[in-house]
């Protein structure tokens, strides 16, 4: 991993070394939470992304009290090293990642491929869960630099101040369709796109397996696209804030960009504002 700027991906073959190591704790974030139950890493403690790790009253994330208690009642404390997998390319596993860090736990890394990676290799898996000792887990801030709020987009069609990446697909970017197939309920009013957002589909930035493709690689592709050029700040968003989460993974901590903010209100809350412009291609 010594050719991205940060040292933040761990392989399954790390993993399965570190299985009984106290120092760690192995966390999977499904988009599909049932399969958790069915088979896991042993050891990994499951979180439902919806019911687990959002606000049950308005749509947000946890705040910093309750985020603390979580950690805590799960077994994880402020000295362990978190390690994140899940399903979908390790979608929900990055946007835990993302969270991880927007609350100041800096000892978090992904493992570089989902579970499905896991399973073709054949590496141990169960169906047991962990019972761990509660801990504590404090929130001493939050870091407002890697978020971006509707405000800060708005602000961003008036002139040149970030630049916008729409990870979505090219069918939801176009404004073909208003959400991914079989997603239509968790959709918006309006199909489309932010003026003047790139399209860079977020899988384009793994292989096959699901692993993260080379630094060259990725660089050439946000670069191609115009995301990367110069230093302008960058905001990306989805229909959620998941998929975007990844992108914010591979800009910010693949790549080294600093000044790279995940709009986790996305095209759900855009596309539902009241007098807000929208930019379609069909």
């Not at 968790?186 to 699901?210: C, F, K, L, M, T």
């Not at 693949?254 to 412009?277: C, H, I, K």
Request: with cysteine; hydrophobic share 35%; aromatic share 10%.
């Amino acid at each position: 991993m010594a050719d991205y700027a940060h040292d933040v991906l761990v392989e399954t073959q790390w993993v399965e070394e570190h299985l009984t190591d106290e120092s760690i704790r192995i966390v999977e974030v499904d988009e599909n939470p049932s399969l958790y139950a069915e088979a896991h890493i042993p050891g990994a403690i499951g979180f439902d992304w919806k019911r687990d790790l959002q606000d049950q009253t308005k749509r947000d994330f946890l705040d910093p009290k309750t985020f603390g208690a979580l950690m805590g009642e799960r077994g994880i404390s402020n000295d362990h090293t978190v390690v994140l997998y899940g399903d979908r390319n390790n979608w929900f596993a990055a946007y835990t990642y993302w969270y991880f860090r927007y609350y100041g736990h800096d000892q978090v890394r992904l493992m570089n491929g989902p579970r499905e990676k896991w399973l073709s290799e054949n590496r141990p898996t169960t169906q047991d869960v962990p019972d761990y000792k509660s801990a504590t887990f404090i929130v001493k801030g939050q870091d407002d630099s890697i978020r971006a709020r509707r405000e800060e987009v708005l602000a961003a069609l008036d002139g040149d101040t970030h630049r916008l990446v729409d990870v979505r697909s090219p069918q939801e970017f176009s404004g073909e369709l208003i959400a991914m197939p079989g997603y239509e309920q968790e959709g918006a009013q309006r199909a489309g796109h932010i003026p003047g957002a790139a399209s860079v589909p977020w899988a384009q930035a793994v292989r096959e397996d699901g692993t993260f493709k080379s630094r060259e690689d990725l660089e050439q592709l946000y670069a191609t696209k115009g995301v990367i050029a110069g230093e302008t700040p960058i905001i990306a968003y989805c229909r959620i804030g998941e998929r975007s989460a990844h992108t914010w993974f591979v800009l910010h901590e693949l790549l080294g960009r600093d000044d790279v903010r995940n709009y986790d209100g996305s095209w759900t809350e855009w596309g539902n504002m009241v007098d807000v412009p929208i930019e379609k291609d069909v």
